[in-house]
């Protein structure tokens, strides 16, 4: 397949949509990342490994999906680390190892169980992660390498 896959680029603004109020933030990166992708990945939820400015190399969740901004032409790509940073992280480097897919994108019709959609995401990343092969991704050079 087409995993593990590496990307990286500043984190920009999104929708505020409200992700961060859900306890979820996610960091979004500017279209010509999104772009750099293989347009064949299916849009959905994925989980890997990611860091900010080649610091501590954190767990996460992404999420690819159609993006409004772009009247749905574009896909999106937001990731939310299993860390606590306590302060906004745009401008900065965020860098990303696409690991594996979780699920397709769906729509939800609550707040709840999307959220709870989410926590299991949350879950099923921290298991698969501990697995060794997918464990040792984690120390990839792309991590400290200049972008
Ligand atoms: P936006 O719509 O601008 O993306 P979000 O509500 O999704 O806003 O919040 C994302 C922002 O929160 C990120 O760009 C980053 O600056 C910050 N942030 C703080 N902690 C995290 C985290 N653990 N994972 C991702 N982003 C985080
Ligand atoms: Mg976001």
Not at 49 to 59: E, F, I, R
Not at 81 to 93: A, K, R, S
Request: charged share 25%; net charge negative; with cysteine.
């Amino acid at each position: 397949s087409q995993l593990p896959l590496f990307a990286g680029g500043e984190i920009v603004r999104g929708f505020g949509r409200g992700s961060k109020e859900l306890g979820i933030p996610t960091a979004n990166f500017p279209l010509e990342v999104v772009k750099s992708l293989p347009e064949s990945l299916p849009t959905g939820a994925y989980y890997g490994w990611a860091n900010v400015d080649n610091g501590p190399v954190h767990k996460m969740v992404l999420s690819i999906g159609w993006n409004p901004f772009y009247n749905n032409k574009e896909k999106s790509v937001e990731t939310h680390m299993l860390h606590d940073f306590n302060c906004d992280l745009y401008g900065q480097t965020l860098k990303i190892c696409i690991v594996g897919y979780l699920r397709p994108e769906r729509s939800f019709d609550s707040l709840e169980s999307l959220i709870a959609a989410i926590r299991g995401d949350i879950e099923q990343a921290k298991a698969f992660l501990d697995e060794a092969d997918k464990a040792k991704l984690k120390e990839a050079p792309f991590f400290t390498e200049k972008l």
